[in-house]
């Protein structure tokens, strides 16, 4: 459970790094504050002069004196208080850039599942409310709490001075107020954070459906998404009125008590003046700090409300960052050295959190430079297997070994880097497509790019693109065709130049000048890899060194295209299924 402690202790490491330059804004705004509770000690002695001076030049000449004094003053505070918004402005946005970062870092760091049960929209929301909340808190200690509790103190001092009994008073009721401010934003912070997650959960919805815009086209659904986000932002606008109701409420009963505390000093320094104890400065002295101290704490029992809201909204952040990475290198884990690239997959056993078996004793070797299909049922597990070898997800029983050494030993840059994986649905940055299939090799240079482009049969559809390789593919890649994102993917994969090569094969048929030319390409990419492939394809398949048959969590048969063919079972079954030849669209049961 994260606590407002944690939030804190998040905000504190990110500031640590300026803490000289932090120090020193805080000291100017206290001396600007203690700046500012001198003047009215001098109005109180110009209106003590103006009641008691008699109208002459003496007079009015003291009187200027005094108002320069004042103005003098107001200038020295006014010095302190733009150095120190100056000096601010520079630091508060490098500490929110500090936070982004690591809060960017630590999503980045999460595995595979944790993105499978998180909405991006949400994860990007998070990030940004984390920065907000430091700055709101930023803000709430420079320029509400720092200057207010000095300001307290000062005028409690200045005050005590005059009137002991109105000091006591004052002091008393402000730390009452205070503590009732602090008292009722705690109790609503229960309110607080379902207004918060009402608030991910909303935007979480607005990413879904702008993922599944298309869907909802194609099926006339978009009546029907807005009832849906209609009961969605219903939760929140409910969850926020309730939020907001209980600070206005509050609010109210705060500025009735401080018309009745005005009133009460006010009544209070009559009798004192009646007696002879204050003078008509006095009541000047006592309205400027009165009213003074009135905005500043009203001002801070908003804040600290807002503080409260904006820590909850922190907290959901935090609580990502302060959740463990579910994939970790093993301290000491060493960098895998890959020479021939042999795969084995010993005994191993694998399901998706509490959900049944997905591989139940599953042993596979991959040769090296072998080139192996894996084909069977759908849901069988072949992408699964893809998975465990990228190490996306830890297994729970059994060895993934990679050159004798075990997946789960090594770093997993490093594993990740020996593998190159052309993925069913590629999808690309919305970046150039120079940059998008540099990503295979970051420093690689523009000549080596387009050779690779060229190899993957990409140079052709690039060139003709009015901005060729400077051409932003659009959010996900979704400006190029299926064929064109996965020729892309290719080149990436060409330019990495990893020894061991993952291709997902896309499903969906393609025509056969774009399929020679996937097929041109892949032929180019599999040279001397050892190379695993999700076949759906007889053109794939027949190039294969061995068909490997997955269903039921095993392997239950192998071989090559024509052995296999020969002998009932279940590829068999499935190449029959496949009249036209490829095994694609193989969609019933597992067992
Ligand atoms: P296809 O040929 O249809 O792509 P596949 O053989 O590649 O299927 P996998 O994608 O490996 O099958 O899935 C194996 C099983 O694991 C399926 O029952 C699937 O529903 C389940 N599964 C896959 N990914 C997850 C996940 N992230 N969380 C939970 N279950 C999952």
């Given at each position: 459970m994260t606590t407002t402690r944690d939030v804190f202790r998040v905000f504190f490491a990110h500031l640590k790094p300026y803490r000289l330059m932090y120090g020193f804004i805080l000291t100017l705004i206290t001396a600007s504050q203690v700046v500012s509770i001198i003047a009215p000690l001098f109005y109180k002695k110009f209106f003590d002069l103006l009641a008691s001076g008699g109208v002459n030049a003496e007079t009015a000449a003291s009187l200027r004196g005094f108002l320069l004094v004042i103005v003098g003053i107001h200038l020295i505070q006014w010095l302190f208080k733009s150095t120190s918004d100056l000096l601010s402005v520079n630091l508060t946005p490098k500490v929110m850039a500090g936070l982004e970062q690591s809060a960017f870092a630590s999503?980045?760091?999460?595995?595979?599942?944790?993105?499978?049960?998180?909405?991006?929209?949400?994860?990007?929301?998070?990030?940004?409310?984390?920065?907000?909340?430091?700055?709101?808190?930023?803000?709430?200690?420079?320029?509400?709490?720092?200057?207010?509790?000095?300001?307290?103190?000062?005028?409690?001092?200045?005050?005590?001075?005059?009137?002991p009994i109105i000091a006591v008073g004052l002091l008393t009721w402000v730390f009452l107020y205070l503590l009732a401010s602090v008292g009722f934003s705690v109790w609503k912070i229960k309110y607080d954070e379902p207004r918060s997650a009402a608030d991910s959960a909303a935007s979480a919805a607005i990413a879904d459906a702008l993922t599944n815009n298309t869907t909802i086209k194609l099926f006339s659904g978009s009546d029907h998404e807005l009832n849906i986000f209609r009961a969605t932002i219903e939760r929140w606008r409910v969850a926020i009125v309730k939020s907001w109701r209980l600070g206005a409420?509050?609010?109210?009963?705060?500025?009735?008590?401080?018309?009745?505390?005005?009133?009460?000093?006010?009544?209070?320094?009559?009798?004192?003046?009646?007696?002879?104890?204050?003078?008509?400065?006095?009541?000047?002295?006592?309205?400027?700090?009165?009213?003074?101290?009135?905005?500043?704490?009203?001002?801070?029992?908003?804040?600290?409300?807002?503080?409260?809201?904006a820590t909850a909204n922190a907290k959901e952040m935090v609580e990502i960052m302060h959740t463990p990475h579910e994939i970790r290198d093993r301290r000491g884990a060493k960098e895998i050295k890959v020479k021939k690239g042999v795969i084995t997959f010993r005994n191993v056993f694998f399901r998706y959190g509490k959900a049944r078996l997905v591989l139940d004793g599953f042993n596979l070797t991959v040769k090296s430079k072998e080139k192996v299909a894996l084909v069977g049922p759908s849901g069988a597990g072949k992408s699964t297997v893809v998975k465990l070898i990228l190490r996306f997800h830890d297994i729970q029983k059994g060895k993934i070994i990679i050159d004798n050494q075990d997946i789960k030993k090594i770093t997993q840059d490093s594993l990740r880097d020996a593998i190159a994986m052309v993925p069913q649905d590629p999808v690309l940055f919305h970046r150039s497509l120079m940059d998008n299939i540099r990503y295979g090799r970051r420093e690689a240079t523009d000549k080596e790019v387009i050779s690779a482009a060229t190899k993957a049969h990409c140079h052709e559809f690039i060139s003709q693109l009015p901005d060729g390789y400077n051409t932003f593919v659009g959010e996900r890649g979704i400006k190029l065709s299926g064929g064109e994102r996965q020729r892309v993917a290719i080149a990436r994969a060409i330019l990495k130049d990893a020894p061991i090569l993952i291709l997902d094969e896309a499903t969906s048929s393609l025509d056969s000048a774009s399929e020679q030319l996937i097929q041109s390409a892949?032929?180019?990419?599999?040279?001397?890899?050892?190379?695993?492939?999700?076949?759906?394809?007889?053109?794939?398949?027949?190039?294969?060194?061995?068909?490997?048959?997955?269903?039921?969590?095993?392997?239950?048969?192998?071989?090559?295209?024509?052995?296999?063919?020969?002998?009932?079972?279940?590829?068999?079954?499935?190449w029959e299924i496949q009249a036209g030849g490829f095994i694609q669209s193989l969609h019933y049961p597992v067992d």
């Open positions: 999503l980045n760091g999460h595995s595979y599942t944790f993105f499978t049960n998180n909405f991006v929209g949400s994860l990007t929301r998070r990030i940004k409310r984390l920065s907000d909340a430091f700055d709101t808190i930023n803000d709430a200690i420079n320029w509400t709490f720092l200057p207010t509790s000095v300001l307290i103190i000062g005028s409690i001092i200045v005050l005590s001075q005059r009137s409420g509050n609010e109210a009963i705060q500025w009735l008590l401080m018309i009745i505390l005005e009133i009460s000093v006010l009544l209070a320094a009559v009798r004192f003046w009646q007696q002879g104890l204050l003078t008509i400065g006095d009541f000047a002295l006592l309205q400027s700090y009165l009213i003074s101290v009135f905005m500043h704490v009203w001002d801070m029992g908003r804040t600290i409300r807002r503080c409260y809201e892949l032929s180019e990419l599999m040279k001397n890899k050892t190379t695993i492939v999700i076949a759906h394809r007889l053109s794939t398949i027949l190039k294969m060194d061995r068909i490997v048959v997955v269903s039921g969590g095993k392997v239950v048969d192998q071989g090559t295209h024509s052995n296999l063919t020969k002998k009932v079972g279940i590829y068999k079954t499935l």
